[in-house]
């Protein structure tokens, strides 16, 4: 079946709709049980050889996305030969799956309204849940910077990265990204355990966002000048400081996001009890204070919109070529 824009645009807004409610068979979460069957079977428990390591988590990851690709082409082939509306629900219902604009206003939200309330412990454990640095020591300073700081990367990850692949390869290809990302979330650690079985995941994620993670970063410009922020500085920012950043994809959001909110991202956070020092974003002109964290949920909808109005343009170009 063809995907048309017809199509994106009932997933884009049952997304926004509806979010990610825990009831609904949800086909990532099945990606992030099948990365972690994959690898009780493919981990070498008695070897510590870096190349054997390297080459179990090759093969990890190869397994992975032949079958999500295989699944997904199967399942959207079957549905439509039983139907026609049943195979448009399925095309729907994959690709829906795979955004998360409504969850990740929702999730960083709940952090949040636990500030609002005075209750840092709660505020520290729903951090816990969005990101991968240890909450557990973090003030309210430090917790309104995680909140901006994974809003602003996961408006890449999860939201502009998802509709670039499906924009041009369907809900196969946006099933495929969320595939990448989700091994290298579970398996991209520098630790002892997953420094090199992990290795390939790592990088291959760094290639699958590349192109969508500078998107992200103008479209963050676009969308500041659009709320009247300092588009001129969320441009500026993200050409200067993107490159600090060891991974070559996070910093142009966040970049991008503190020059527009006029605010200073990075610095230590810790990691499986190891501090890490991140390299500072933009300038500490203003606070970072809940009022910061809304206008990132307002530069967050509006960058989702200008990708998902991006999408449609080619699904509708590919159309007539």
């Known amino acids: 079946m063809v995907f048309l824009p017809w199509h994106l645009l009932s997933a884009y807004l049952l997304d926004l709709a509806a979010g990610d409610p825990q009831w609904l068979p949800h086909p ?28 179990s988590g090759f093969a990890l990851w190869t397994v992975v996305i032949a079958v999500v690709i ?45 500030l609002e309330a005075g209750d840092l412990p709660l505020a520290r454990t729903r951090l816990s849940y969005i990101v991968s640095r240890e909450t557990s020591q973090l003030d309210r300073g430090a917790i309104l910077r995680a909140v901006v700081e994974t809003v602003s990367e996961n408006i890449s990850d999860a939201i502009v990265a998802p509709l670039f692949y499906m924009a041009i390869f369907g809900p196969v290809g946006a099933l495929a990204y969320k595939a990448i990302n989700t091994m ?43 709320i009247g922020g300092n588009w001129r500085a969320a441009a500026s920012v993200m050409m200067r400081d993107a490159p600090k950043m060891a991974s070559p994809n996070a910093g142009y959001p966040e970049a991008a996001a503190a020059g527009a909110l006029g605010i200073q991202l990075g610095g230590t ?7 890490v020092q991140k390299p500072l974003l933009g300038d500490p002109i203003n606070n970072i204070t809940l009022e910061t964290c809304t206008r990132m949920i307002r530069l967050m909808y509006l960058s989702s919109g200008m990708a998902f109005l991006m999408g449609v343009c080619v699904l509708e170009i590919r159309r007539f070529v």
Request: hydrophobic letters at 45%; aromatic letters at 14%.
């Open 70 to 114: 295989c699944a997904a082409r199967v399942f959207i082939a079957l549905s439509g030969s039983i139907s026609a509306v049943f195979g448009d629900l399925v095309l729907i219902w994959l690709a829906y799956s795979t955004l998360a604009t409504r969850s990740l206003h929702k999730e960083s939200s709940r952090v949040t309204r636990a």
């Open 184 to 226: 290298d979330s579970m398996l991209g650690y520098k630790n002892e355990r997953y420094r090199y079985f992990g290795s390939f995941a790592a990088r291959a994620d760094d290639v699958a966002n590349w192109v969508p993670a500078r998107i992200s970063g103008w479209l963050m410009v676009g969308a500041s000048a659009l």
């Open 269 to 275: 956070n810790y990691y499986f009890g190891q501090p």
């Open 28 to 55: 990532v979460r099945w990606i992030g049980r099948l990365v972690a069957w994959t690898e009780k079977s493919f981990y070498p428990e008695s070897s510590s050889s870096p190349l054997l390591m390297r080459a």
